[in-house]
């Protein structure tokens, strides 16, 4: 009975281990000016000084992590179904082929003007830039350029932008 409950309790650790590496360390914390980046491929610059007013979501994914998937899913369809909120939400995968990036876009319906693929050395400074080493995730980024909140929920969502 002993073994049984040691055996289960480690199982719970490493589940609870497992789980927590999902989510990105970021080395900005709420209320700190969000680093700006720079897609060369796409000759786009993602300027986070001045939104015009809006805030910015960026979901931070890759195909092979589900949860990132998953969220960039979940946020296409919180926006979808509150399409007035002044919030743009962007994408950036880091996916080794960009062919296969292209494909899940399309697969998952992912309106392919707010993906970007980043690559090389504009992955490594995105990544390092919003700690994305242990995992990606979702960064709210206020109209003044400024983090608002990590891996926002529906519900935090929700209550930023006053729906109810």
Do not use: C
């Amino acid at each position: 009975m002993k073994k049984t409950f040691i055996l289960a309790a480690l199982l719970v650790g490493l589940i609870l281990f497992a789980g927590e590496t999902s989510h990105f360390f970021h080395h900005t914390t709420v209320g700190d000016k969000a680093p700006s980046f720079v897609l060369p491929v796409v000759d786009s610059a993602v300027t986070l000084d001045n939104n015009h007013g809006d805030y910015v979501l960026i979901n931070f994914w890759n195909s092979t992590d589900a949860v990132s998937r998953r969220d960039a899913n979940r946020y296409r369809a919180w926006k979808r179904r509150y399409p007035q909120t002044p919030v743009e939400i962007i994408g950036v995968n880091f996916d080794d082929s960009e062919v296969l990036f292209h494909e899940i876009v399309r697969l998952d319906s992912l309106e392919p003007s707010k993906q970007f693929h980043a690559s090389g050395d504009t992955a490594r400074i995105i990544i390092d830039n919003y700690g994305l080493e242990r995992g990606y995730g979702a960064v709210l980024i206020d109209p003044e350029g400024k983090v608002a909140a990590y891996n926002p929920s529906d519900n935090q969502l929700d209550d930023i932008f006053a729906i109810h």
